[in-house]
């Protein structure tokens, strides 16, 4: 099941950790470091889960724990150093659903971010990705362009979700291979090129003047909707 995930986390390194993982789980993944904006983000978007560290600055995890069980009923997985009983039990006694303290293992996270969404069948999946014509199914893999479904490598699918994430950012190759971990095990910046090159062939009307798969020179690519008609 692939789903919206919110990870509150104020250690960057850590968060980024998790993010990669999820995103490797196929989850699309939403990182604030900042209780408030935990707090507001969730409010907005709706995250079917959220990944919620216990100290973060602005407003504590288990404030953010306690506003979120007063008008939702979305997941709470808590992440924190403490590890007593007295910390356990006011967690879930917030409304957490579950707990794990640091240091811990990203598999076993993601595993059990995976046993916490199968408890909720009514969990919403992850939105489908629009950009212009370009439909982008994170659930059941798919791409549709203008209506016509076109078949994927996986790696071209990985490289194509992330730039769809975030319609008209511009990611450099880095960035890519970063974001990309784990999808291509021969990934490097020569195959992010080739990527490009056969996803133009498969989404654009001319793979020679790309409209939406876009080269931004000296920096790295980015997905546009374009100007052109869907």
Known sequence: MSALILVAEDD???AELVRRYLEQDHHRVVVVHDGRD???VARAKEPALVVLDLMLPGLSGLDVCRALRAD???LVLMLTARSTEDDLLHGLGLGADDYMTKPFSPRELVARVRTLLRRRPDVRPAPLLRVGPIVVDPVRHEVTVRGAQVECTPGEFGLLE???SQVDRVFSREQLLERMHGIDSYLTTRTIDTHVKNLRRKIERSSRTP???VTVYGIGYKLTAGSGAP
Do not use: K
């Open 12 to 14: 960057e390194n850590q």
């Open 38 to 40: 935990a707090l507001d």
């Open 72 to 74: 939702s009923d979305v």
């Open 162 to 164: 992330v730039l769809a």
């Open 211 to 213: 409209e939406h798969l």
